[in-house]
Antibody
Framework: EVQLVESGGGLVQPGGSLRLSCAAS????????MTWVRQAPGKGLEWVST????????YYADSVKGRFTISRDSSKNTLYLQMNSLRAEDTAVYYC??????????????WGQGTLVTVSS | AIRMTQSPSSLSASTGDRVTITCRAS??????LAWFQQKPGRAPRLLIS???TLQSGVPSRFSGSGSGTDFTLTITYVQSEDFATYYC??????????FGQGTRLEIK
């Protein structure tokens, strides 16, 4: 059974940093691209970043480019999102999601339960 | 960026009704189109990929169609557990990946 469990969310001040983790199980982690999607309170879904199965290719939304870094550790079956220079508009539930293949052009077929990030002073 | 526009933004239906949600892409995405269902406080759930491929475990009353720029999600005989918000998403272009704004299906 595929399981994705996010952690690391919390309250952080504007300008601060946070690292989210997503522990994956139930599938061969290195074979699949992984994605972060966020949802601000009461709003729709917004894609944040994707990393290929090998980790060689990364993609970012313009809104986070230069501030967020996606990475993965295949020895730990864990996906990360390092978030720096956080802004109030980054406040959201952050979901990790598994793609249907090793690179892009696959749907997001499994999602974690999400972790809430609140950026506020 | 490819803009995804869903209509309607919300709709009311009764159990047993047939409902259709449309999704239009600002440029062609071939069939790289997914539909998700999200209930309050829950993660999105993939219903349909490749515009019309029903995911395992998804009831057959859900169906998808379309290609290029125009897509539809149809629910025949809406059930109580179907009241939720539905999103389309294109995965043709990762610069950026984009979702529709969502369609909230409510009980009439």
């Amino acid at each position: 059974e595929v399981q994705l469990v996010e952690s690391g969310g919390g309250l952080v001040q504007p300008g601060g940093s946070l690292r989210l983790s997503c522990a994956a199980s139930g599938f061969t982690f290195i074979n699949y691209a992984m994605t972060w999607v966020r949802q601000a309170p009461g709003k729709g879904l917004e894609w944040v970043s994707t990393i290929s199965g090998s980790g060689d290719n990364t993609y970012y939304a313009d809104s986070v480019k230069g501030r967020f870094t996606i990475s993965r550790d295949s020895s730990k079956n864990t996906l990360y999102l390092q978030m720096n220079s956080l802004r109030a508009e980054d406040t959201a539930v952050y979901y990790c999601a598994k793609e249907g293949g090793s690179s892009v052009y696959y749907p997001l077929d499994y999602w974690g339960q999400g972790t809430l990030v609140t950026v506020s002073s | 960026a490819i803009r995804m526009t869903q209509s309607p933004s919300s709709l009311s239906a009764s159990t047993g009704d047939r409902v259709t949600i449309t999704c239009r892409a600002s440029q062609g995405v071939s069939n790289y189109l997914a539909w998700f269902q999200q209930k309050p406080g829950r993660a999105p759930r993939l219903l349909i990929s490749a515009a019309s491929t029903l995911q395992s475990g998804v009831p057959s009353r859900f169906s998808g169609s379309g290609s290029g720029t125009d897509f539809t999600l149809t629910i025949t005989y809406v059930q109580s557990e179907d009241f939720a918000t539905y999103y389309c998403q294109q995965y043709y272009n990762y610069s950026p990946l984009t979702f529709g704004q969502g369609t909230r299906l409510e009980i009439k």
